[in-house]
């Protein structure tokens, strides 16, 4: 074996964060907190529109999360609800992703339409309002369901609202989610499925949340599907795996080659990192991400 040979897994380990160029010092020093004065520009490309869900950085205030990943170069932030919406608009950010209902009580069930569908309606109009592009929606559990019949009844809630999105200019995403590790029972836990509904509901503004995370532990081949079903994926959610970590060396995903497949397919939406960092430094694993995604 030639030791001087520079594999992919030592030169990710030993030049990311030198190439990310965004830590001056450590970041996460003991009584101090990370400003964005301690962040460098990281995004040089900006094929991918990255962005990052709020409640992996929960010690993080939302004004210094915002302030910290505009200066790296993201352009939104994931997963919020109006009441955040005025201070990234402070920051000159977008929220990727509204959240309305939860994720196990969904439109799977028709006595569930009515709350989830109004919540829904309402993420839809504050989207309009602030310009932002998606809301989220989940089939919810099975509890002993057939997945046609969650099939038929998740069609029946989308096609109610799935009008007044295209009106508004929003896309519904219906997230992926595994039913393996994180979310036993969960519906919507392979591809076929949500496909299905899109294609039954036969809406622009209906389309998939793929969450890469959850697929690689579900199904894997994800660049694969990625590419056969460009066309009804409408937001991105990035994590390492197994343990949903960081999305460096330590996990079996090489998110460079994903994200390039994702840049071919034309797709303009949103990349959103939603890993929860066991690094101490937890910025520094967000730029690291941002780093080897940006393609």
Known sequence: MNHNKLTRRSFI???SLIAAGT????LARAGRA????DVERVVKNGRINQSVSKWCYGKFPLDELCAVGKKMGLKAIDLLRPNDFPTLKE???ACSMISTHGLTKG???KENHEECLAKIRTAIDAAAEYEYPNVISFPGNRKGMPDDVGVENSVIALKKIAGYAEKKGVTICLEYLNSKVNHKDYMFDNMAWGVEVCKRVGSESVKILYDIYHAQIMEGDIIRTIRTYKDY???YHTGGNPGRAEIDETQELYYPAIMRAIVETGYKGY?????VPKNKDQIASLAYAVRICDV
């Open 271 to 275: 990349v959103a990192h939603e890993f």
């Open 233 to 235: 994926i409408g937001h």
């Open 91 to 93: 920051h000159g950010l």
């Open 23 to 26: 830590v001056a010092g450590t």
């Open 34 to 37: 990370v400003t964005a004065d």
């Open 13 to 15: 380990s030993s030049s």
């Open 107 to 109: 439109i799977n069930r």
